[in-house]
């Protein structure tokens, strides 16, 4: 007959606990009300910021751009075809932003900036906000336009 020992007891709980990783992770869900012609309406992501990226349970990309009271609308970035009424949604906490670099002059892209051209993907070390003012141009005296780097 094994003999248990209150010792050996103590001391496995002991390294459990010391182990135990307590790790809470909050998701901001929702749930579409609506889908059609690149929008889709959804209810239940209260705490969304504007131009956040959402993530559909069918891997579909969106950006939250209309917040009301109640429901918030949401511009694809993806055709969509799967997105059902009932579907679930979660917020990344995400802006919307896109990778710049010089890799990408004369690259064809996505509306969320993946090649599309067979060329392989594009490194880029900095990104830029979507919404983000614009570079200034400056008019030289002899009337040329420059864009100031």
Do not use: C, W
């Not at 209810?43 to 891997?59: C, N, Q, R, T, Y």
């Amino acid at each position: 007959m094994v003999t248990i020992r209150a010792d050996e007891i103590s001391n496995i709980i002991r390294e459990r606990i010391e182990q135990y990783n307590r790790e809470v992770k909050i998701v901001n869900t929702g749930t579409v009300l609506q889908v059609g012609d690149g929008i889709a309406r959804i209810h239940g992501l209260d705490e969304v910021m504007a131009g956040e990226l959402v993530e559909f349970e069918e891997g579909t990309i969106g950006i939250a751009l209309n917040l009301e009271s109640n429901n918030v609308g949401v511009v694809l970035m993806g055709d969509g075809l799967m997105i059902q009424e009932g579907s679930s949604v979660k917020a990344t906490g995400k802006i919307a932003q896109i990778p710049v670099s010089e890799a990408y002059l004369g690259r064809v892209i996505n509306a969320l900036a993946k090649p599309i051209d067979g060329r392989g993907e594009i490194s880029a070390s900095e990104s830029r906000l979507i919404e983000s003012p614009a570079p200034g141009v400056s008019v030289a005296g002899d009337g040329l336009a420059a864009i100031p780097s």
